[in-house]
């Protein structure tokens, strides 16, 4: 599916491509450049590459599958790749790529600067998405047209209106969490119009009263890989009605900053508005404070820490998280997976007995 959309970008916008890193990068600027971001999650599953041995075995999944992929064929179909400063994983793989020597194309960063809003931060990121910008313009052959950015910024505003109303309502819409979790990921890789064209369909399909069956759980974590946890969450008898993945909910900017006449200062803005992350380094009270909003929102009865192996940011919040968790006496599971393309038997368990678990506790069976 990347790689049709990617084709279609090219035939349709004459736009180019570039391989993006997770997490947190600035979408509306490069959609208003034309350039596609074809985000890389890994892949999961076994590296695709030899290159994957040249990094240390403790460095998490995302990282090491990133590094063979980048260094293997089918990134001939991008024009680049686009680095942030996720982690320190993903700067040193910054700088590790472009010496391996079979790599020969525009390897840009936009570093992101960490801890909650100050004057001076703000205007380093304004710096750094201007120099991105003109990095973007030697790729595209095109200056930033400002009017296009402000356009941008307005498209994915309606992107992330419908997205946060799709998750806030998910007990009104009769989808499995899989199918549900296919159509959000694929922001990851779709031009923004046409995602935001298959949120508008999703959402018409939202009923006016509740019809998920099964009990409503929150879930934290980076990435929802393997997929296949949520058919074993929902054969467990649960979905998930409150999600603060990095990669889905910590990228909805639920209540944006007003637009004003400077299309720099609102996208700087609009960064600043995104939901508290591990990896943006801000304050944990605010980053707990959100995660019970969200779950009182969606009426949860348990919280699944969905952990990345070897995910340094997040391991930092872990704890914390349930340590807060647990002193309200909400059930908590810890579930640690590496990119794999399937859960292991043990972890299917793992989710069985939760949601017996949470069903014994609130006094029901597993639907
Ligand atoms: S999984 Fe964690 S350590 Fe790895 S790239 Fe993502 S944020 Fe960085």
Redesign the pocket.
């Known amino acids: 599916m990347r790689r049709e959309a990617i084709e279609r970008h090219r035939a349709h916008r004459g736009g180019k491509v570039l391989a993006v890193?997770?997490?947190h990068y600035p979408k509306p600027l490069l959609t208003a450049m034309n350039v596609l971001a074809v985000e890389l999650w890994g892949p999961p599953g076994p590296p695709r590459g030899v290159q994957a041995g040249r990094i240390q075995p403790y460095i998490?999944p995302?990282?090491r599958n990133a590094l063979a992929f980048l260094s293997h064929g089918p990134m001939e179909l991008v024009d680049g790749v686009l680095f942030t400063n996720?982690?320190d994983?993903?700067q040193g793989l910054a700088t590790l790529l472009p010496d391996l020597g079979d790599w020969h194309k525009p390897v840009m960063r936009c570093w992101y600067p960490v801890g909650e809003r100050r004057i001076s931060a703000a205007r380093f990121l304004e710096t750094e998405l201007q120099a991105l910008a003109d990095r973007l313009a030697q790729l595209t052959g095109s200056p930033l047209d400002l009017d296009r950015l402000a356009w941008a910024l307005d498209l994915h505003r309606q992107i992330d209106a419908l997205r946060a109303d799709i998750l806030d309502r998910r007990a009104h819409l009769d989808l499995s969490d899989r199918e549900l979790y296919a159509l959000l990921r694929e922001g990851e890789y779709r031009w923004p119009e046409d995602h935001l064209e298959r949120l508008r369909s999703l959402h018409q399909r939202l009923a006016e009263l509740p019809v998920k069956k099964g009990l409503p759980v929150m879930i934290t974590g980076?990435v929802p890989e393997p997929m296949g946890l949520f058919t074993a969450l929902e054969e467990a008898g649960a979905f998930v009605a409150a999600d603060d993945y990095?990669g889905i909910g910590r990228r909805i900017v639920r209540q944006p900053p007003p637009a004003s006449t400077e299309p720099w200062t609102d996208l700087v803005e609009w960064i600043y508005h995104y939901p508290p992350c591990s990896?943006q380094g801000g304050d944990l009270a605010r980053r707990l404070a959100h995660l019970e909003e969200r779950y009182q929102q969606g009426g949860c009865v348990g919280l699944i820490i969905h952990a990345?192996k070897?995910?340094?940011?997040?391991a930092f919040d872990f704890s914390a998280i349930r340590k807060s968790f647990s002193a309200r006496q909400r059930p908590v599971l810890y579930l640690e997976s590496e990119l794999e393309v399937e859960l292991s038997g043990q972890q299917v368990t793992r989710l069985e007995a939760f949601g017996e678990m949470i069903a014994q506790k609130q006094g029901a069976q597993p639907c």
């Open positions: 890193l997770p997490i998490c995302v990282v996720t982690c994983a993903i980076l990095a990896t990345t070897f995910c340094e940011p997040e």
